[in-house]
C-alpha cells in the first residue's frame, strides 16, 4: 500500500541502514556543452530556413579576424582563426561561428569548405540565434509589468499594497499566458524585494503541486517514499536514494506538469532501479507511458533561460 510522502516539514528521518545508501540523481546539465564539432558529412535532410545571422559583437583574440561566404543565398560571417591543426575546424558556440584553419589553407579552400558545410552550419546558426533571442526575452524584469514562466506559461506581476499576494486565476495549476500575480507591495517596492516575494510564492505552489503530483503516483502504482523535499539545487532536476527520500527542484514550478510528472516519474523509477540502464527506462515507461517527449524537452532545455533568483 502506498504511503503518504512527507512534507519537507516535520518528515520523518530516514532509517539508519547498515550499508551507505545509494543516491541517483537528474541533471540540469545532462546534455553536451553548446559548442558543437561540425560532422564528417553534411546531412541529407534540408534544415529549417535560416534568417541573416547577425555577426555577434566580441574581442577578437590576437591574430583572428572577420570573414563572410556568401553560401545558401546567405551571408555568413564568422571569426577566422589560424592555428597549428592540420584540418579546417568549425565551432559553434555562445559567440556564433569560428572556423580555425591551419596557417597554409588559403581563403579560397576555407570558403570552399565553409560552403560545403553551409546546410549544417546555417541550421545551427538559426539555432543559435534563436536562443540568444530566447535567453534577451526571458530576463526578468523584477518590478511592476515585468513576467515570469510558471507551469509552461507567462504570467505577469503587478504591485498593490493592499492585495494578498496570489494569482488571479479560477486554476492556479491550469494558468494561461498574461494572468495576473498580484504581489501585496508597495509601488516603490525594490527589485530584491519584489524578486523575494516572487520566490516565496513559487515555492510555495511548488510545495503543494509537487505534493499532489507525488501522491497520485503512489496512489497508482502503489509504491511507497520514506520523505521528499524540494531542492534548491543548481546543477539537478531531482535526485532520490536507495532509502526511499526524493529531492524536487522547485524550479521545475517554472515548467509544464508534464515535465514535472516526468522528473517525478524519473525518480521514481530509480526506487527499483538505481542506474539508467535499459531496466530503469523500462521502469519510467511502466510509470508515465510516452514520457520520451517530456525528456526530450527537458533535455534541450537551457537553465540559463529561467528567472535569476541571485
Same mark, same amino acid.
Given at each position: 500500500?502506498?504511503?503518504?510522502?512527507?512534507?519537507?516539514?516535520?518528515?520523518?528521518?530516514?532509517?539508519?541502514?547498515?550499508?551507505?545508501?545509494?543516491?541517483?540523481?537528474?541533471?540540469?546539465?545532462?546534455?553536451?556543452?553548446?559548442a558543437?564539432?561540425?560532422?564528417? @558529412?553534411?546531412?541529407? +535532410?534540408?534544415?529549417? &530556413?535560416?534568417?541573416?545571422?547577425?555577426?555577434?559583437? $566580441?574581442? #577578437? =583574440? %590576437?591574430? *583572428?579576424?572577420?570573414?563572410?561566404?556568401?553560401?545558401?543565398?546567405?551571408?555568413?560571417r564568422f571569426?577566422?582563426?589560424?592555428?597549428?591543426?592540420?584540418?579546417?575546424?568549425?565551432?559553434?558556440?555562445?559567440?556564433?561561428?569560428?572556423?580555425?584553419a591551419?596557417?597554409?589553407?588559403?581563403?579560397?579552400?576555407?570558403?570552399?569548405?565553409?560552403?560545403?558545410?553551409?546546410?549544417?552550419?546555417?541550421?545551427?546558426?538559426?539555432?543559435?540565434?534563436?536562443?540568444?533571442?530566447?535567453?534577451?526575452?526571458?530576463?526578468?524584469?523584477?518590478e511592476?509589468?515585468?513576467?515570469?514562466?510558471?507551469?509552461?506559461?507567462?504570467?505577469?506581476?503587478?504591485?498593490?499594497?493592499?492585495?494578498?499576494? @496570489?494569482?488571479?486565476t +479560477?486554476d492556479?495549476? &491550469?494558468?494561461?499566458d498574461?494572468?495576473?500575480?498580484? $504581489?501585496? #507591495? =508597495? %509601488?516603490? *517596492?525594490?527589485?530584491?524585494?519584489?524578486?523575494?516575494?516572487v520566490?516565496?510564492?513559487?515555492?510555495?505552489?511548488?510545495?503543494?503541486?509537487?505534493?499532489?503530483?507525488?501522491?497520485?503516483?503512489?496512489?497508482?502504482?502503489?509504491?511507497?517514499?520514506?520523505?521528499?523535499?524540494?531542492?534548491?539545487?543548481?546543477?539537478?532536476?531531482g535526485?532520490?536514494?536507495?532509502?526511499?527520500?526524493?529531492?524536487?527542484?522547485?524550479?521545475?514550478?517554472?515548467?509544464?506538469?508534464?515535465?514535472?510528472?516526468?522528473?517525478i516519474?524519473?525518480?521514481?523509477?530509480?526506487?527499483?532501479?538505481?542506474?539508467?540502464?535499459?531496466?530503469?527506462?523500462?521502469?519510467?515507461g511502466?510509470?508515465?507511458?510516452?514520457?520520451?517527449?517530456?525528456?526530450e524537452?527537458?533535455?534541450?532545455?537551457?537553465?540559463?533561460?529561467?528567472?535569476?533568483?541571485?
Amino acid at each position: 500500500m502506498a504511503t503518504r510522502p512527507a512534507s519537507d516539514t516535520g518528515a520523518p528521518t530516514a532509517p539508519k541502514r547498515e550499508t551507505a545508501p545509494q543516491s541517483a540523481q537528474l541533471d540540469l546539465f545532462a546534455e553536451p556543452p553548446r559548442a558543437v564539432a561540425v560532422p564528417a @558529412a553534411t546531412p541529407a +535532410a534540408p534544415p529549417p &530556413a535560416a534568417p541573416s545571422i547577425p555577426a555577434p559583437a $566580441l574581442q #577578437l =583574440p %590576437p591574430g *583572428a579576424r572577420w570573414h563572410e561566404v556568401v553560401a545558401e543565398g546567405q551571408r555568413i560571417r564568422f571569426v577566422l582563426q589560424r592555428s597549428r591543426r592540420r584540418t579546417i575546424g568549425f565551432l559553434i558556440g555562445d559567440d556564433g561561428l569560428r572556423v580555425t584553419a591551419p596557417r597554409w589553407v588559403g581563403l579560397a579552400e576555407i570558403d570552399g569548405a565553409v560552403r560545403e558545410k553551409a546546410r549544417w552550419i546555417l541550421s545551427k546558426l538559426h539555432e543559435w540565434q534563436q536562443r540568444r533571442e530566447r535567453l534577451a526575452l526571458n530576463q526578468t524584469r523584477w518590478e511592476d509589468g515585468g513576467d515570469l514562466p510558471y507551469l509552461g506559461r507567462r504570467i505577469v506581476m503587478r504591485l498593490d499594497a493592499q492585495r494578498d499576494t @496570489a494569482l488571479a486565476t +479560477a486554476d492556479l495549476d &491550469a494558468p494561461a499566458d498574461g494572468d495576473v500575480l498580484w $504581489l501585496g #507591495l =508597495p %509601488p516603490d *517596492a525594490t527589485a530584491a524585494r519584489i524578486r523575494d516575494t516572487v520566490q516565496a510564492w513559487l515555492q510555495g505552489r511548488a510545495r503543494v503541486l509537487f505534493d499532489v503530483r507525488l501522491r497520485e503516483f503512489l496512489a497508482r502504482t502503489g509504491l511507497s517514499i520514506n520523505r521528499w523535499r524540494l531542492s534548491s539545487a543548481a546543477t539537478r532536476w531531482g535526485s532520490c536514494t536507495s532509502e526511499g527520500n526524493i529531492l524536487l527542484n522547485w524550479r521545475l514550478i517554472h515548467f509544464p506538469v508534464i515535465i514535472i510528472d516526468y522528473v517525478i516519474a524519473h525518480e521514481l523509477a530509480h526506487l527499483r532501479e538505481m542506474n539508467h540502464g535499459p531496466g530503469f527506462w523500462a521502469e519510467v515507461g511502466q510509470l508515465m507511458p510516452g514520457f520520451e517527449n517530456a525528456r526530450e524537452t527537458l533535455r534541450r532545455h537551457d537553465p540559463g533561460s529561467l528567472p535569476r533568483f541571485d
